[in-house]
């Protein structure tokens, strides 16, 4: 099984290079299977309002790697998601958006998602969807302490930084819109003030896949590894082979 997180954010030139893997291990999936046509990817998505717009995205994104069967399961925020949704998918693939709300409404999938994926079935998290996919997760907040740590802008409704019970697919927390929302740095003041030992943070258009074989990195953009060290944190980079 392989998990798929994608630090967000739509290419100018299309070409789904942080979706392609993902499809592919779905598509081989559904061929052992005996499924005839694409692979039928869940899409979950949890918005105010413009659900299908948002899940619309996703499946053009991915389409770029290949033919799917999309089973779109568009959720209102509040809303939560009915247990067995997820049966029969090839692949499962979380969207973006306010990440509290995401937890909320997947909360009753976390032993489904667990379980469809120790299967041998990939998820893909975009955003939001990557950045519960971890034992802990951090949903949200700009200060700690008191102290602003990260732009305001990208605290999800939150004021301090908050780290919660994710899925748990994986035990690093994981960050996304890196480069461009300037949330590095939220990333390693958590892992400094010991609310975290560490994580990853992911730029958009870029995808961290961890899986079997290791960690490599697809799409336009970089992955920074935090790690505590004796005398604060270290940060390095992984970078995109494309």
């Given amino acids: 099984m392989s ?30 299977a005996g499924v005839l046509g694409g692979p039928r990817i ?6 105010d309002g413009d659900q299908l717009e948002h899940s619309a995205a996703l499946v053009a994104e991915a389409a770029h790697a290949g033919p799917i069967d999309e089973r779109v399961i568009a959720l209102a925020e509040g809303e939560t998601a009915a247990p067995g949704v997820l049966a029969d998918s090839d692949g ?3 969207g973006g958006g306010l990440t ?25 998290g975009f955003s939001a969807g990557a950045m519960i996919a ?4 951090l949903v949200g907040g700009w200060r700690i302490g008191g102290i602003p740590v990260s732009p305001e802008e990208a605290g999800e409704e939150l004021d301090e930084v908050t780290i919660v019970n994710g899925i748990g697919l994986l035990d690093v927390t994981v960050e996304v819109h890196t480069a ?28 961290l896949i961890v899986g079997a ?13 935090v790690a505590p060290a004796e005398r604060g ?8 082979a494309d």
Avoid at 42 to 47: G, L, P, Q, T
Avoid at 111 to 122: A, C, K, L, Y
Avoid at 193 to 199: E, H, Q, V
């Fill in 233 to 240: 944190v270290v940060v390095d980079v992984l970078a995109s």
């Fill in 134 to 137: 971890p034992e802990r997760a």
């Fill in 180 to 207: 461009q929302w300037g949330t590095l740095s939220r990333l390693v003041a958590a892992t400094a003030a010991g609310l975290t030992d560490g994580g990853v943070a992911i730029d958009e258009s870029t995808a």
């Fill in 92 to 94: 499962i693939l979380v």
């Fill in 3 to 32: 998990v798929h997180l994608v630090g967000g954010g739509w290419p100018e030139n299309g070409g789904g290079a942080a979706f392609r893997a993902f499809v592919e291990e779905a598509a081989a999936r559904a061929r052992e």
């Fill in 42 to 47: 869940a899409v979950v998505v949890v918005r």
């Fill in 100 to 124: 509290p709300a995401y937890l909320q409404s997947l909360a009753p999938l976390f032993d489904e998602i667990r379980e469809r994926v120790s299967e041998g079935v990939p998820y893909l």
């Fill in 213 to 225: 074989s290791g960690l490599s990195v697809a799409g336009s953009g970089n992955v920074w590894r």
